[in-house]
T-cell receptor, first 109, second 113 residues
Framework: GQQLNQSPQSMFIQEGEDVSMNCTSS?????WLWYKQDPGEGPVLLIA?????ELTSNGRLTAQFGITRKDSFLNISASIPSDVGIYFC?????????FGAGTTVTVRA | EAGVVQSPRYKIIEKKQPVAFWCNPI?????LYWYLQNLGQGPELLIR????????DSQLPKDRFSAERLKGVDSTLKIQPAELGDSAVYLC???????????FGPGTRLTVT
C-alpha cells in the first residue's frame, strides 16, 4: 500500500502544552484524514481535509492539508490528559484508505 | 445513532482452529469494510462490500480467510485454520457509500496460541 511517513513516532505531553505531528507522502492525494485510536477501540475520525492549503479545526485540534498535496499536520492546543492515544494520518484514494504507522501520545510523568 | 458493532471483542484460540468475527454496520450504510491491524501499525484493508457484493477482496488471503454479507447488512469474517501470524485486531468499518468517510467499530482482538 501507499507509504505515509508519520512523525514523530511517539511523544510525551504535559497538560496545557501545544503539540504537533505531521505526515508526508511521496505521492499526491486529494483527501487527507486524521484519526485517533484509544486502547481497545477502533479509530475515530477527527478531521477530514479535501482541499490543498485547507486549514480545519475541530475544538482544540487543527489540521492543515499541505499545498503540495503531499503532506499534512495536526496540532493539539492546550493538551489535556484525555488526548493520550494513537493518532493516525490517512489518505483516501477513491474508497481506499492508507494509514501511517501512527504517533503515540502519552502523558509525561 | 448506534455505531458499528463488532463481536466478540476478544478471542483466544489455538492454532489450526477456526474463528469467526461478526460486524453490524451503522444503519443505512451500504458499504462495509474489514481491516486487519497489526500491533504498531495502521489498519490495512482486507475486503470491501457494496451491499451484499464483495467488490474488492484483492487483499484477502483466500486460502484461509473468507467473508460474507448475505443480506447486505451484517457481515462475518472467518479464518480457517488460524495461524500464529493471524494474531491482530480485526476492524470493521462502514460508510453510506464508498465516497463517504468510514466509521470504525471497536475491533476484535484475536490471539492465536
Amino acid at each position: 500500500g501507499q507509504q505515509l511517513n508519520q512523525s514523530p513516532q511517539s511523544m510525551f505531553i504535559q497538560e496545557g502544552e501545544d503539540v504537533s505531528m505531521n505526515c508526508t507522502s511521496s505521492s499526491i492525494f486529494n483527501t487527507w484524514l486524521w484519526y485517533k485510536q484509544d486502547p481497545g477501540e477502533g479509530p475515530v475520525l477527527l478531521i477530514a481535509l479535501y482541499k490543498a492549503g485547507e486549514l480545519t479545526s475541530n475544538g482544540r485540534l487543527t489540521a492543515q492539508f499541505g499545498i503540495t498535496r503531499k503532506d499534512s499536520f495536526l496540532n493539539i492546543s492546550a493538551s489535556i490528559p484525555s488526548d493520550v492515544g494513537i493518532y493516525f494520518c490517512a489518505v483516501r484514494n477513491d474508497y481506499k484508505l492508507s494509514f501511517g504507522a501512527g504517533t503515540t501520545v502519552t502523558v509525561r510523568a | 445513532e448506534a455505531g458499528v458493532v463488532q463481536s466478540p471483542r476478544y478471542k483466544i484460540i489455538e492454532k489450526k482452529q477456526p474463528v469467526a468475527f461478526w460486524c453490524n454496520p451503522i444503519s443505512g450504510h451500504n458499504t462495509l469494510y474489514w481491516y486487519l491491524q497489526n500491533l504498531g501499525q495502521g489498519p490495512e484493508l482486507l475486503i470491501r462490500y457494496e451491499n451484499e457484493e464483495a467488490v474488492d477482496d484483492s487483499q484477502l488471503p483466500k486460502d484461509r480467510f473468507s467473508a460474507e454479507r448475505l443480506k447486505g447488512v451484517d457481515s462475518t469474517l472467518k479464518i480457517q485454520p488460524a495461524e500464529l501470524g493471524d494474531s491482530a485486531v480485526y476492524l470493521c468499518a462502514s460508510s453510506p457509500d464508498s465516497t463517504y468517510e468510514q466509521y470504525f467499530g471497536p475491533g476484535t482482538r484475536l490471539t492465536v496460541t
